[in-house]
């Protein structure tokens, strides 16, 4: 039998399941992947944030990705949280030398507004880890935490992702689900411009949908798509998953990763209200 997809995560734990490495790995076996992964943190963290969070040793991160890679070996990988300088070093010392397509979700804080990295990371983020991208997707607070620039608009995102690009990596997916209106990011290599949109959905239930999206990413790149083609699956995947989002503890519930196993469709498939218009123009 011929395997699924391989793709490792690199992030850190939540012992709630609703993001990091749990929320990594419920992503890609609904898309088919097999999930793999190095844990760099372990949080106390539920529904209502976080209450702890502990940094493994770089070496224990090594060893974890020495393990898989030169075994099992990856056909993308994904990154979240680092947490440190010396995480984000050691990390992307790891990914210079492999050949694998690499999504960088640059976490920075959580939901709840919890700090997820270090102040002294950011410039580690930006000169080592971001210039090994194939895709780079921060939300609005990361964007402004990388580059200083508050988005309020949508040219704000052209302006923004001008700037994350100029650190180095391929294509940026700057997410603008916190601006209003519509849920609308901007992806670009700095010649394309893809504007994807889908209806914003009356679901405070959305822990998660940072990971979520761009471990969907790593799977579509993963199985060789390109990266317009990978984003666009990942944003349908996702907003469905906000829309069935459910209520878990005393605050803010997780998306729904198994959406598709409780509607009887394929996680491929077009929902009523998933995202149907998306623009492409050449710049």
């Not at 608009?153 to 916190?178: F, I, M, N, Q």
């Not at 209806?199 to 993963?222: E, K, M, Y």
């Amino acid at each position: 039998m011929t395997a699924p997809p391989r793709v490792l995560t690199i992030a850190g734990s939540d012992s709630g399941g609703g993001a990091g490495i749990q929320a990594d790995l419920k992503t890609m076996l609904a898309l088919g992947a097999h999930g793999m992964s190095v844990v760099t943190a372990v949080t106390a963290q539920n529904s209502l944030g976080v209450q702890g969070a502990w940094e493994l040793p770089v070496e224990a991160v090594r060893a974890q990705y020495r393990s898989v890679v030169d075994d099992i070996g990856v056909q993308a990988v994904k990154t979240g949280m680092l947490a440190s300088p010396a995480l984000v070093t050691a990390v992307a010392e790891l990914l210079a030398d492999g050949a694998a397509p690499v999504v960088v979700d640059p976490v920075s804080v959580s939901k709840h507004g919890d700090r997820l990295l270090a102040d002294d990371a950011l410039d580690a983020v930006r000169t080592r880890l971001l210039p090994l991208a194939t895709v780079a997707t921060p939300n609005l607070d990361e964007v402004a935490e990388l580059t200083g620039i508050a988005v309020t608009d949508e040219p704000g995102l052209r302006h923004a992702a001008t700037r994350l690009l100029s650190y180095g990596p391929r294509w940026v997916l700057v997410k603008g689900g916190h601006l209003p209106g519509e849920a609308v990011d901007l992806l670009t290599d700095g010649r394309e411009e893809h504007w994807l949109r889908a209806p914003r959905h009356d679901n405070r239930h959305t822990h998660g949908t940072g990971c979520t999206l761009a471990s969907a990413i790593a799977v579509g790149l993963a199985r060789g798509l390109a990266v317009p083609e990978a984003v666009r699956q990942a944003k349908e995947y996702v907003t469905a998953a906000i829309a069935a989002g459910f209520a878990l503890g005393a605050g803010i519930g997780p998306v729904d990763h198994g959406w598709a196993s409780r509607t009887g469709l394929t996680a491929s498939v077009r929902l009523p209200g998933a995202p149907g218009g998306e623009g492409s123009r050449t710049t």
